[in-house]
């Protein structure tokens, strides 16, 4: 199993951007597509984009699409989300989690969870 360290948050004015780090301990990092999920004050938890163990296929939430990448370095054993053009609707404090499967998209199919990083974007 995999332990999960995100980094990378901050406060930022709209229009900017961060980048977001997950760093994973542990041999099996390479066999967990992974995710990032957000949560603002008072809202469930969302999904916001996936990648797949190797890298070849990404998932996005529609509000996002166009805006953020991810993307992930194995022999890092890192995953990252770019966050360009930042809206203060996407505040909020962002999760890294892994899955070894079920769907992209359900919190519920990830095994592992960050403890997140807050991010706070001002208008």
């Known amino acids: 199993q995999v332990h999960l360290v995100e980094s990378g948050g901050g406060l930022v004015q709209a229009g900017g951007s961060l980048r977001l780090s997950c760093a994973a301990s542990?041999?099996?990092?390479?066999?967990?597509?992974m995710g990032w999920f957000r949560q603002a004050p008072g809202k469930e938890r969302e999904f916001v984009a996936g990648v797949s163990w190797r890298a070849y296929n990404t998932y996005y939430a529609d509000s996002v699409k166009g805006r953020f990448t991810i993307s992930r370095d194995n022999a890092k054993n890192t995953v990252y989300l770019q966050m360009n053009s930042l809206k203060p609707e996407d505040t909020a404090v962002y999760y890294c989690?892994?899955?070894?499967?079920?769907?992209?998209?359900?919190?519920?199919?990830?095994?592992?969870w960050g403890q997140g990083t807050q991010v706070t974007v001002s208008s």
């Open positions: 989690a892994a899955r070894l499967d079920g769907s992209y998209y359900l919190a519920s199919s990830y095994n592992v």
């Open positions: 542990g041999r099996t990092f390479s066999s967990y597509a």
